[in-house]
């Protein structure tokens, strides 16, 4: 695959997997949690709704740098995007991006303590598989005819954006 084909295959497997894990860093550590993302090639963005009360918010603003994991078990196609996250309250762009779901957690986006992370990706990294059928007749045919198949292609894009 050319890069262009890597990077297009990125943000096509980052904008149908929902939720994806999100990466902070904390203290000395790492902290991961389940989000739903926004993808927004288009703006060069990936946009997550959060409580202004919540700790993630915290460690963005001590350490921007995070990483965004997406997987599809089905298709075996996994991605993990590095970008720089920024935490404000944007009812604008809450609306934007805002789904029916979201009143679960936040009633309205005008609501005063809601807060848009923006991550701007920076690099990612793809594993791109053959669905489990697909897989499974890959390594039959290179059990009868002794001819090597590869199973997962992976690349890294050290430049996601233009």
């Known amino acids: ?19 994806c894990m999100f990466v902070t860093r904390d203290g000395d ?4 949690r389940p989000v ?3 993808v927004r090639r288009d703006e060069g963005a990936i946009y997550v709704l959060s409580d202004s009360k919540g700790c993630k918010l915290d460690q963005i603003e001590a350490y921007p740098h995070v990483s965004l994991a997406f997987s599809d078990e089905r298709a075996n196609d996994y991605v993990v995007i590095n970008g720089v996250a920024e935490a404000r309250h944007d009812p604008e762009k809450a609306r934007d991006v805002w789904r029916f779901s979201d009143e679960t957690f936040f009633k309205s986006p005008d609501n005063p303590d ?3 992370i923006t991550v701007r990706p920076v ?7 053959s669905n489990l059928l697909i897989s499974g007749a890959k390594l039959l045919a290179e059990r ?6 590869q199973l997962v292609e992976n690349a890294r894009i050290d430049r996601l954006q233009p």
């Open 36 to 38: 739903y993302a926004r």
């Open 123 to 129: 690099s990612a990294e793809l594993w791109d598989g």
């Open 144 to 149: 009868l005819l002794g001819a090597k198949t």
């Open 114 to 116: 809601l807060r848009v």
């Open 1 to 19: 695959m050319s890069d262009s084909d890597v990077i297009d295959r990125i943000w096509t497997i980052a904008d149908k997997l929902d939720p």
């Open 29 to 32: 550590g790492q902290r991961v």
